[in-house]
């Protein structure tokens, strides 16, 4: 087997684990930038990963190898399709991949948005990370919250750890995440929980406009789950 093929498998194997960039990889496989580029962009061009900003993360065509992952990918992006063609937002699916998230589906008129890296370094940070948050461990959610530094953010954002662990317990108890411009002031989201997989914490998540999102809030919620609902699954409670 030529040395190529087996560092593209490896590099499959950890970017299954965490989205990872250029350096990080070429430090853990133990050779130069250039050859791990190489193999990216081979790996790219075929569609078996996708880049996010400065990391990397697992394509479509490497999700799709598992009947188990073909048929939650296939439910995933019907569930996209129609809650971004029928709001007229971006509509997404992300999952919990290591520290930050993967985008495992986006449609939208903005879906470049996913491509950029604040997200996925910045997990809890956002509405969405909270509905990831809200489907693990207590103490690792705890633990992610405490890395933010919650007087950075904007908006409507809470003021420390103690109010986006309030925030958190509302949608452990069934509530949705919604932000208005934390992380961008032009943005605002609404995301829940959406445990795809039993051991992987997913969440579908609306973006645009913070005015429209917060005019529609009720009524985006509503679409989330109803359209989770006509899968057969309900978000976590």
Known sequence: MS???????RILEMLGEEPVGVSE???????????????LAALHREGWVQRN??????????????DAHSAQLVAATAVVRELGDSTG????????????????????ADASM?????PYEHLAA?????????????????ARLAEVDWADLG??????????HHLLEQVRGGGAAVESGWTSPRLGCVALPWPLWPDVPCAVVLVGEVDDVASRRDELVASIRTR???EGTQPAR
């Open 25 to 39: 990889l070429a430090r853990r496989l133990e050779v130069d930038k250039a050859g791990v580029s190489r193999v």
């Open 53 to 66: 900003g400065r990391r990397y993360v697992l394509g479509r065509r490497a999700l799709d190898l598992g």
């Open 228 to 230: 989770i609902a006509r």
């Open 114 to 118: 996913f491509e950029h890296e604040a």
């Open 126 to 142: 956002t509405a969405a990370g909270l509905a990831v948050l809200a489907q693990v461990a207590p103490e690792d959610a705890e």
């Open 155 to 164: 908006g409507d954002s809470p003021e420390d750890v103690a109010g986006a």
């Open 3 to 9: 040395q190529s093929l087996l560092r593209g498998l």
């Open 89 to 108: 937002l971006t509509a997404a699916v992300l999952r919990l991949a290591g520290r930050a998230a993967q985008p495992l589906v986006v449609h939208g």
